[in-house]
């Protein structure tokens, strides 16, 4: 299994990024898969996920009504959509699967979720 990030990069307050998650090696249509991110001397934190059918999200309060998750099953990937970019968002974004298939609803708990990507760094400057 590979869980590919990108889209990472520098932006200024109030601006956007779109992250993208490629996914190899499984049938990524039977799984959840969330975001995570980790800022410098912090530890990571959940960010959001997306259930397998795409039927079913869950958000972090820091970015509720910021950000949005989707998943094309047909590319084997997932989007992140980050909207009014913040500089505390500042951090890198790894995406990772949750190894229960077919789960109806996501968690936060980052000890379900067995396979991670390497990382795209985020940097919002004020």
């Known amino acids: 299994v590979q869980l590919v990030e990108s889209g990472g990069g520098l932006v200024q307050a109030g601006g956007s990024l779109r992250l993208s998650c490629a996914a190899s090696?499984?049938?990524?249509?039977?799984?959840?898969i969330g975001w995570f991110r980790q800022a410098p001397g912090k530890e990571r934190e959940f960010v959001t996920t997306?259930?397998?059918?795409?039927?079913?999200?869950l958000y972090a309060d820091s970015i509720k009504g910021r950000f949005t998750i989707s998943r094309d099953n047909a590319k084997n990937t997932i989007y992140l959509q980050m909207n009014s970019l913040r500089p505390e968002d500042t951090a890198v974004y790894y995406c990772?699967?949750?190894?229960?298939?077919?789960?109806?609803?996501?968690?936060?708990?980052?000890?379900?979720?067995?396979?991670w990507g390497q990382g795209t760094q985020v940097t919002v400057s004020s």
């Open positions: 997306i259930t397998w059918s795409g039927r079913n999200t």
């Open positions: 990772a699967l949750d190894r229960r298939p077919t789960i109806h609803s996501g968690s936060s708990n980052q000890n379900f979720y067995d396979y």
């Open positions: 090696g499984l049938t990524f249509s039977t799984y959840t």
